[in-house]
């Protein structure tokens, strides 16, 4: 009995494990094309990565419900990044793939809001419920960022930052890898830290 009762578990916790890398693999490497995907944003336009070749492209996973996206918000973090970014024509898209019914999803109209709420700037809010650019690339949390050079190559994948906390007054002690890549990016340079560990919610996909 105790013998079949440890091979179910061992074949349900199998089953879990398989589940999950199945969940969180991706088609997105380092050093290799993005993945190309369409999206409509939050006023109904699609946006298809593989038309801003040429532009340095940033992907930020969104979830206004998740407390280390509220970190980053409420403190104008990832607001000031995205100026920087817009000043430097860097096409930055925030992407919701929150499932409706659960934390962070946002019809057009909530989104829009949102980001006025939160003098947010991006180049666009994708919305992504049934999670297929997320699990494409294999976003974990809010936020989740990736980068992806002029030539379409991906970059950048990991953490906003180097302390994984929800604790605004990390915030400045933090090294921002985000900022960091851009500004190598757009001086010329290769990118240093090619990946990091993401930290945050996990991204609420659909079941």
Not at 15 to 34: H, K, M, N, Q, R
Not at 101 to 127: F, M, R
Not at 159 to 169: E, L
Request: glycine share 8%.
């Amino acid at each position: 009995m105790k013998r079949a009762i440890l091979t179910s578990a061992f074949l349900f916790l199998g089953f879990v494990l398989i589940s999950t890398l199945a969940l969180f693999s991706s088609d997105a490497e380092i050093g290799s094309p993005a993945p190309d995907f369409t999206l409509p944003d939050s006023f109904g336009h699609n946006h298809t990565l593989s038309d801003y070749a040429g532009k340095i492209v940033v992907l930020e996973w969104l979830n206004h419900g998740c407390p280390f996206v509220k970190k980053h918000y409420n403190s104008g973090n990832m607001q000031d990044l995205q100026k920087i970014a817009k000043e430097a024509g860097v096409v930055w898209f925030s992407i919701i793939s929150s499932a409706p019914g659960k934390q962070g999803y946002s019809t057009p109209d909530q989104a829009n809001e949102t980001a006025q709420e939160k003098n947010a700037v991006p180049a666009a809010i994708l919305l992504d419920p049934e999670g297929t650019a997320g699990k494409m690339y294999g976003a974990k949390t809010t936020p989740h960022m990736y980068i992806i050079d002029k030539e379409g190559r991906l970059v950048y994948n990991g953490g906003i930052d180097d302390i994984r906390s929800a604790n605004v007054a990390d915030i400045a002690k933090a090294k921002n890898y985000v900022r960091a890549a851009l500004e190598e990016l757009l001086s010329g340079q290769e990118v240093s830290v090619k990946t990091s560990q993401p930290y945050g919610c996990s991204v609420k996909y659909k079941n």
